[in-house]
């Protein structure tokens, strides 16, 4: 347990329920998390490292159908405060229209089945034998519901006892996008919508302006006309702007569409000091791969999603909150260069500098009322 100062980091523990709080995924859950091979460097939040009290925590949610779930302790996540569709929601939604397209190839398979057998019995064919043909549907229906049923279960999150611990390297960003498109209204929703003060004022109609605006948007040359006069594309609105010196105001605006999905980049240099160290950093590294990437169903049909991230800063033993939080995320990007300017390696064939790049997509979309909650 945490020791007397609440300390969430003791020599191979978290304070789990401080830690599921500020990760916003699991409450009221206490079990411990191992996460000593996962820190770099090994003094980061340890008292006697003051400079070392900013650092991040990377915490790991594994999907509950993954084949590598029982290799770890774990708690099943089942609420969060994200604005995002519920997973579950929309598995037996699936799993429903999955069980409905079971029933209707088992009506097929029965429909067949009468139709075979009107084939052979073609004349007078006993009710009893038809009956077959609707017992082979029911049978067919309710077969490929139920296999429907089990194949399209609804999944499951859970938090692994796994934590990746890192010292703060760079400064943190971050960027806020939204996103808007220009588009013209059109004169006809300039004169109806205002937004000059002569139109306000009256004093477009006193100007005959509005009539002629109107007259151009509704002025079209008979067809007849045309082809009369070998014209094909004969344009009132060019024309008249030619001959006033005028052109149709298009009422442009930008007119709102969506918003931009966050992304986050971290730098890291690793400078192991010793070979335990360096095994530290190659733990690192392969918890971050291994779960960046799906894996393949019982029968290699599917893939299973990879594992999601959330990232949160600490300083002193606690969330930053001066700091920007970050929703859920999946790791989109990794890169590893082993090595500096000059290979070397320690005896036990482990770099001496190794750099790792990773970019997090953040699976939600953020608005006034995230914002307000400190993302």
């Known amino acids: 347990m945490p020791d007397a100062k609440n300390n969430i980091f003791s020599a ?19 079990f411990k998390y191992n996460v000593k091979k996962h820190i770099y460097p090994e003094k980061t939040a340890s008292e006697a490292a003051p400079d070392m ?7 790991i949610n594994v999907r509950g159908k993954s084949k590598y779930k029982s290799n770890y302790r774990s708690v099943e996540i089942t609420a969060t405060d994200e604005q995002r569709l519920d ?20 009506a097929k398979v029965g429909a067949s089945a009468t139709s075979k057998l009107t084939g052979l019995f073609a004349k007078n064919v006993p009710s009893s034998v038809r009956a077959l043909g609707t017992i082979a549907g029911a049978i067919g229906g309710g077969t490929a519901a139920a296999t429907a049923a089990n194949y399209f279960e609804p999944d499951k999150t859970f938090r692994i006892d796994t934590c990746i611990t890192l010292a703060v390297q760079e400064r943190p ?25 002569a139109v306000d004022s009256g004093a477009l109609d006193a100007t005959g302006e ?7 948007n509704f002025a079209q040359v008979p067809a007849g006309v045309t082809n009369a006069i070998g014209a094909t594309d004969l344009d009132i609105k060019t024309m008249a702007g030619l001959g006033t010196g005028t052109a149709m105001n298009p009422f442009r605006e930008q007119v709102f569409k969506n918003v931009d999905t966050r992304t986050f980049d971290f730098s890291y240099k690793f400078l192991p000091r010793t070979p335990n160290e360096s095994e530290n950093v190659w733990r690192i ?17 599917f893939y299973i999603y990879p594992s999601q991230f959330n990232i949160v800063y600490y300083f002193n033993d606690a969330p930053n909150p001066t700091l920007f939080k970050i929703s859920t995320c999946v790791l989109q990007n990794m890169t590893v260069d082993y090595g500096g300017q000059q290979w070397s390696s320690f005896a036990n064939g482990y770099p001496t500098e190794i750099n790792m790049k990773l970019r997090f997509v953040e699976l939600e979309v953020l608005t006034k009322e995230r914002i307000d909650k400190g993302y």
Not at 13 to 23: C, E, H, I, R, W
Not at 100 to 106: E, L, N, R, S, T
């Open 53 to 59: 009290q900013h650092y991040m925590a990377f915490f």
């Open 285 to 301: 590294i392969d918890e971050f791969k291994f779960h960046m990437h799906p894996e393949l169903s019982t029968g290699g049909l």
């Open 210 to 216: 509005g009539m002629r605006a109107l007259l151009l």
């Open 12 to 30: 191979n523990q978290l304070n789990a329920t401080k830690l599921n709080s500020a990760g916003g995924q699991i409450r009221g859950v206490q």
């Open 173 to 197: 960003s971050v960027t806020y996008g939204v996103n808007y498109q220009q588009q013209d209204m059109g004169t006809l929703s300039g004169f109806l919508a205002g937004g000059t003060s």
């Open 87 to 106: 997973a579950r929601k929309v598995g037996t939604a699936a799993n429903t229209i999955a069980t409905i397209g079971g029933a209707a190839i088992g």
